[in-house]
Every structure is written in structure tokens, then in C-alpha cells.
């Protein structure tokens, strides 16, 4: 089984959403993806049905436009534009936050659910992170996933550790963890 094929079968979307949107924003210029499936792409895998997406300058109306089109629900919020596709639970965020911007241009292709696609840089992808965790704004459960986030990353390149909060960067002195085990017992 493909990770579109994993995905179709607990999106209930059958793939055909992301597939779409993917259409969509190769139409509109330059993009990449900044959330989960970001961070998927740099570390194990965890289970998500976020698709966060950036794309350069996007002209909103004209992508809202096509969404309807092809039959996307859609919804303009303050900070972004959300799409889902019928009874899918595969939920679409473009992204308006202007600090965003410059990550398409710094893109790496890297493997997105089974697919070659752009993907913000490491060091964009941990900024992105961060933004996220120390906004108070943000939902509570949100901001602990880019906790977790964040640790997933700084386990397997350590040298992003030094920009993290105090408060992860404790996380990880010496000897502060013997195993993984510990590590999760501690952050539930």
C-alpha cells in the first residue's frame, strides 16, 4: 500500500483532494508545504490530516476560485484560507502569514506521502515551528503539536537544538533522558 493509498483510506477523500490542490498550486507559481507532512518529510512519520501549504504572493480570490470549482468547501479566516473536499477529513491550510513567504524560494524537493514535492528547508521548517508553538493565540492542542514537533526534529538534527526554547532545549541536556521512553513519559 502507497502513502496515497494509506491516506485515501482514512481521508475518505480517496487522494482525489490532495491530488487537487497539488493542480492548483503547481498553476499558481511557487509553493511548499510547512506543516506536518513537512516535518514527515524530514523525520519519522506521525499520523496527521493537516496539509499546510505557502504559496509566493498567491493572488487568494483567484485560488478560492478554483477550489469551489472543483468542489472544495472553503473557508477564509484571518490568518488562512481552509479547503476540504466532501466528506474527506483531509484538511487544506494555505497560509496568508506574510512571514511565510520567502520559504517556497528555499524549498527542497522531498518525499510527501509517496510523491516528489517542495518542502520548506529544515531551517524554515523549524522557524515555521516555532512561530506556531509560542503563539498565545493558538489553540493549546495545536501548540503541542508543534512541541512535539520541534522535539521530532531537534532529535534527528541536533543542531537546530540551540534556537529552541529554554523550555525544550532542557529537554535535551546531557543526560536529562535515557531513552525515548522517558522522553515521551515527560512530555504527557
Known amino acids: 500500500m502507497t502513502a496515497m493509498d ?7 477523500g480517496e487522494g ?10 503547481r498553476r499558481h507559481g511557487s509553493f511548499c508545504f510547512i506543516g506536518g507532512l513537512a516535518v514527515n518529510s524530514y523525520v519519522e512519520p506521525v499520523y496527521t490530516m493537516d496539509a499546510d501549504i505557502v504559496m509566493i504572493a498567491p493572488q487568494w480570490d483567484e485560488l478560492k476560485k478554483e477550489l469551489l470549482e472543483k468542489k472544495f468547501t472553503v473557508s477564509d479566516e484571518k490568518h488562512s484560507i481552509n479547503a476540504r473536499l466532501g466528506k ?16 517556497p524560494s ?11 514535492l517542495p518542502v520548506a ?5 523549524v ?3 516555532l ?19 520541534l522535539i521530532r526534529i531537534a532529535e534527528k538534527y541536533p543542531e537546530h537544538r540551540k534556537i529552541l526554547p529554554p523550555e525544550l532545549q532542557q529537554l535535551f541536556a546531557k543526560d536529562s533522558f535515557h531513552s525515548m521512553d522517558e522522553l515521551s513519559a515527560h512530555c504527557h
Open 106 to 116: 528555499r524549498a527542497q524537493v522531498r518525499e510527501v506521502l509517496g510523491q516528489q
Open 6 to 12: 494509506a491516506l485515501g483510506l482514512v481521508s475518505g
Open 16 to 25: 482525489r483532494d490532495f491530488q487537487a490542490v497539488l493542480e492548483i498550486c
Open 88 to 103: 474527506s477529513q483531509l484538511s487544506i491550510q494555505f497560509t496568508k502569514d506574510p512571514r511565510y513567504q520567502a520559504f
Open 131 to 149: 512561530w506556531a508553538y509560542q503563539d498565545p493565540a493558538r489553540r493549546l492542542s495545536k501548540r503541542e503539536k508543534d512541541r512535539l514537533d
Open 121 to 125: 528547508a529544515l531551517p524554515d521548517l
Open 127 to 129: 522557524q515555521g515551528k
